[in-house]
């Protein structure tokens, strides 16, 4: 078990950079608008992030070890581009009713307050950790070796706390992101990030 | 501006061609016709230096220069060789590239400096170009010297008056910053070229075409409704540069890193008369209101002048220095920009003028 965790943790640290990258393009402008100068509160955010990436890869662990080979690609395929379209629509969600919530704040206030939801980092961290990026598929090729659905989701939890290092500094994001104007640009990359990757999801569904 | 006497005039405008032609001699060693092609040039950028000093007009000659330049540019790299060489054409460099690829770039800059192998300083001489430009005449760079920048100038001057108004875009101007922080993320995850490849509405090589079809087609549908609705109907309609304001992601680039240029187009808030001429002419959107009803010019301010030529109480000017002691720099500045503007356009329009004349 030892050698599972190491593998897995080692894994995680050789091939975090990649996976912090696809989670920022939708992370980072959450915190860009969202985060404060408070790092106990930042901290919260990301924690909550990361335990809905955490949720999803114990999941796609579980899943992966119980269904076997012979489906994996039908799960990577099509899941991994449901979940980026559902991470897009969170993120579009987000955005639109935020920026809206600047244009016309009485009016479109209690939308804005009912869809509090769209901004709970948990359901980004989710969604983002649902959508395999290469490293993530190296391990669940890893744990299809394995033939042990423990063995996989411990490989997987090891492997989540290794790229789980390179999401640290994102806790600094809000001190170089500071005043109104820096969170309205961080508003517009969430809306432009939520529709690319949205199209990026439509389009490999479709293929 | 006061219109300069003839002889500082004569003076800054030799002093603009003197160091234009010693470019030209050391470019165009041996080669006669070339040489004379590049001291022509030489002569009409000096020229035009002259009357902006003469007349105390900077904006209409500047904006003959520049456009001119751009539309030779695209003369010159996508007309010439694609009728030369069937369907391969492509510019050699292309600089909003470099804000969308930022990472890479600098990647590149690093890898070049540590080899200690000048030859390979190709990429290199490009940064240290940027930077010497950044250094220098800032965001002038998006009015004087940008070809692409040229060409959406061009398509908003063509209306003689604006057919729309355009209101003040306010927390919208931000968009182009949105749009490189973006750029960039995608590009770094994605490993591709994700602006050329999909947004770039000037497409100046074929390499970003993608082999598939659908996808091919795709880009077609963006690359067409960019260029037709942000550099040519929407500038025609508003008198406004939309490709530059909105989407440029080097122009958003540059408008945070120009910072590090001495000179700023800046309004003398005790002569200013609260008129409003200056943000109605803006093309760039770069002039807005303080919350006591003060003009003050922007970040994205692209020294393209146009205030400074329509302000009626002469409060508007290119300043260097702190707010407590600056000083008029406007000279200077102008005197760079074309010297910029000049010498690079010098390495492509004397090949324009050489291939017209059938002799290239
Ligand atoms: S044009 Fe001149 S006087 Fe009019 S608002 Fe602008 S700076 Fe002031
Ligand atoms: S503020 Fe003046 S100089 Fe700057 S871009 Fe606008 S018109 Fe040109």
């Not at chain 1, 408070?38 to 899943?63: C, D, E, Q, W």
């Not at chain 2, 016709?33 to 009409?44: D, F, G, Q, Y």
């Not at chain 2, 591709?192 to 490849?197: D, G, I, R, Y």
């Amino acid at each position: 078990m030892t050698r599972i965790l190491l593998e897995g943790f080692a894994l995680g640290l050789s091939a975090g950079i990649y996976c912090a990258g696809s989670c920022l393009a939708f992370f980072m402008p959450y915190l860009m608008a969202e985060g404060e100068r408070k790092i106990p509160s930042n901290v919260r955010k990301i924690t909550s992030f990361l335990a809905g990436r955490f949720i999803a890869y114990i999941a796609f662990a579980l899943i992966i070890g119980l269904i076997g080979n012979a489906y994996r690609d039908v799960f990577t395929s099509g899941a991994s581009h449901i979940c980026l379209i559902g991470a897009s629509l969170l993120m579009l969600g987000y955005s639109v009713a935020n920026l809206i919530k600047g244009r016309h704040d009485g009016a479109c206030s209690s939308y804005v307050s009912r869809s509090r939801l769209a901004r709970v980092p948990f359901f980004l961290g989710l969604f983002t950790g649902l959508n395999p990026c290469p490293p993530f598929l190296l391990g669940a090729s890893r744990i299809l070796t394995m033939a042990d659905v423990s063995g996989g989701a411990v490989f997987f939890a090891a492997f989540f706390a290794g790229t789980s290092v390179y999401m640290a500094p994102l806790i600094f994001v809000p001190y170089l992101a500071r005043g109104e104007r820096i969170k309205q640009i961080g508003m517009m990359v969430a809306f432009l990030s939520g529709v690319w990757f949205l199209v990026v999801g439509i389009a490999g569904l479709l293929r | 501006m006061k219109n300069g006497s003839f002889r500082k005039s004569a003076g800054l405008a030799f002093g603009i061609l003197g160091v234009l032609a010693v470019l030209s001699f050391v470019s165009a060693g041996r080669d006669v016709p070339l040489l004379l092609a590049k001291l022509s040039w030489s002569t009409v950028v000096a020229f035009l230096g002259f009357r902006i000093y003469r007349d105390g007009v900077i904006s209409r000659y500047r904006a003959i220069l520049f456009i001119l330049t751009a539309f030779l540019f695209f003369l010159e790299f996508k007309f010439f060789r694609f009728i030369s060489f069937g369907n391969t054409p492509s510019a050699p460099y292309c600089h909003i590239a470099e804000a969308s690829t930022l990472s890479n770039f600098v990647h590149s800059q690093v890898l070049a400096i540590k080899s200690g192998d000048w030859r390979v300083w190709g990429v290199l001489t490009m940064g240290f170009l940027w930077l010497l430009i950044i250094f220098t005449i800032g965001q002038g760079i998006c009015s004087w010297v940008c070809f692409f920048g040229g060409i959406d100038e061009g398509f908003s001057k063509i209306a003689k008056r604006p057919i729309l108004k355009f209101k003040a875009p306010g927390r919208w101007r931000d968009l182009p910053i949105a749009f490189l922080i973006f750029i960039l993320v995608v590009t770094f995850l994605q490993g591709l070229p994700v602006f050329c490849s999909w947004f770039c509405p000037f497409k100046m090589t074929e390499a970003f075409w993608a082999a598939d079809p659908v996808t091919r087609k795709a880009q077609a549908v963006l690359f067409w409704s960019i260029l037709a609705g942000a550099v040519i109907i929407i500038p025609i309609l508003t008198g406004k540069r939309i490709f530059c304001s909105f989407i440029c992601p080097f122009g958003a680039l540059v408008s945070i890193s120009g910072k590090a240029s001495p000179y700023a187009v800046t309004i003398d808030k005790e002569k200013c008369s609260r008129c409003g001429k200056c943000m109605e002419v803006c093309p760039s959107l770069a002039v807005e209101t303080t919350a006591s009803g003060e003009y003050k010019t922007t970040n994205f301010c692209t020294r393209c002048s146009k205030c400074i030529d329509i302000c009626p109480s002469d409060a508007i000017s290119i300043f260097s220095g702190p707010s407590g002691a600056r000083i008029d720099t406007r000279d200077i500045f102008i005197f760079l920009s074309l010297l910029v503007a000049g010498a690079l356009s010098g390495s492509f329009v004397p090949n324009v003028f050489l291939r017209l004349a059938g002799l290239r």
